[in-house]
């Protein structure tokens, strides 16, 4: 091999990514994609609010084992559970919650049984991301736990985000 071919740059391998489909016109690999990377999975169970990153794949503690259906007569004896989909971004003054929407579920562990509409958790997943925040549907006690697990977390975060958060969660 020559010289001038050890020093030409190999092409950048390019990642695959999840695409939202819109009207505009694709631009290239990879064009429309989001980057969930900055999306935390808040679990709503019991009162308790915690984070369960395995909620991304349908696969958090609460989820495991249980066989869902979109049926919620199926599921006559679940206790409802949510998985709130948590938005963080950044600008000049730093990170903070930009995006919230919860999702209802119903959990029947002795059954392992489970009602959720997949459908609604992609939807809520992208509201959040395009900082939105549904949170109306949560009840008071759920609305604490998140609020609390939010300032907690990171007390800076919750300072910087916008009142609406802090109204919704607020009751």
């Not at 740059?9 to 694709?26: A, D, F, Q, R, T």
């Not at 019991?46 to 979109?70: L, P, Q, W």
């Not at 409802?80 to 919650?97: K, L, M, N, T």
């Amino acid at each position: 091999m020559t010289e001038e071919q050890n020093n030409t740059p190999k092409p950048e391998k390019k990642s695959l990514s999840l695409n939202v489909v819109s009207g505009k016109k694709h631009r290239g690999f990879g064009a429309g994609s989001i980057d969930l990377s900055n999306v935390a999975c808040v679990m709503i169970d019991n009162g308790e609010a915690y984070i369960d990153v395995g909620a991304m794949h349908a696969k958090s503690k609460i989820e495991r084992g249980i066989k869902f259906t979109s049926n919620k007569e199926d599921t006559p004896n679940g206790r409802q559970c949510w998985i709130v989909w948590v938005a963080v971004d950044r600008d000049e003054e730093g990170s903070f919650y930009a995006g919230a929407t919860a999702c209802e579920m119903l959990i029947d562990s002795e059954a392992r049984r489970g009602w959720k509409i997949l459908a609604d958790h992609v939807n809520r997943l992208d509201y959040s991301i395009k900082r939105r925040f549904m949170l109306d549907n949560l009840g008071e006690g759920d609305k604490a736990a998140l609020r609390k697990l939010l300032m907690e977390h990171n007390a800076e975060w919750w300072e910087r985000s916008p009142d609406e958060l802090k109204n919704a969660l607020n009751g």
